[in-house]
């Protein structure tokens, strides 16, 4: 599977790693271009529909990114999307997609390098994985 190149949709709050991905862009900092960028204001508010919906829509992989424990904009949204994303995990494995397809990473507004870095690991990683069981049975990506 060396021609593979997994699709994986970040959804990056506003205030920090939306920022962070912005800066990656405007110091030129080179990262796969597999990802599809999703602001949302707060990791706080992405609901697990959301995550489900885009691994069914064919994305092989979904990045959930917030800012650090205690800079989150809005108190504790960040904390939530955390209790959120290890509750999906457990509901990925019953679907049988292996929970790696799904990473929470805390990014602040400064970290352009690690937002790049997490992409190219992430993208390391799916080539590794292969495209998502759901992808295969659909037989292609739609709707994203
Ligand atoms: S505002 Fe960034 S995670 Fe809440």
Same mark, same amino acid.
């Given at each position: 599977?060396?021609?593979?190149?997994?699709?994986?949709?970040?959804?990056?709050?506003?205030?920090? +790693?939306?920022?962070?991905?912005?800066?990656?862009?405007? +110091? !030129?900092?080179?990262?796969?271009?597999? /990802?599809?960028?999703? !602001? /949302?204001?707060?990791?706080?508010?992405?609901?697990?529909?959301?995550?489900?919906?885009?691994?069914?829509?064919?994305?092989?992989?979904? &990045?959930?990114?917030?800012?650090?424990?205690?800079?989150?904009?809005?108190?504790?949204?960040?904390?939530?999307?955390?209790?959120?994303?290890?509750?999906?995990?457990?509901?990925?494995?019953?679907?049988?997609?292996?929970?790696?397809?799904? !990473? &929470?990473?805390?990014?602040?507004?400064?970290?352009?390098?690690?937002?790049?870095?997490?992409?190219?690991?992430?993208?390391?990683?799916?080539?590794?994985?292969?495209?998502?069981?759901?992808?295969?049975?659909?037989?292609?990506?739609?709707?994203?």
């Amino acid at each position: 599977m060396t021609d593979f190149e997994p699709l994986i949709i970040a959804f990056a709050c506003n205030w920090c +790693s939306y920022a962070a991905s912005d800066v990656a862009g405007t +110091s !030129r900092t080179c990262y796969p271009a597999n /990802v599809r960028i999703i !602001r /949302v204001m707060c990791s706080g508010m992405v609901e697990p529909t959301y995550i489900l919906k885009a691994l069914d829509g064919g994305a092989d992989g979904v &990045l959930l990114a917030g800012c650090r424990p205690g800079d989150c904009h809005y108190i504790s949204g960040n904390l939530k999307a955390e209790r959120m994303v290890e509750g999906l995990r457990v509901l990925l494995r019953r679907l049988g997609l292996e929970e790696e397809r799904l !990473r &929470l990473r805390w990014i602040s507004a400064g970290e352009g390098g690690l937002f790049a870095k997490t992409i190219e690991e992430m993208v390391a990683q799916l080539k590794e994985k292969g495209p998502s069981r759901l992808k295969k049975s659909k037989g292609g990506i739609s709707g994203i």
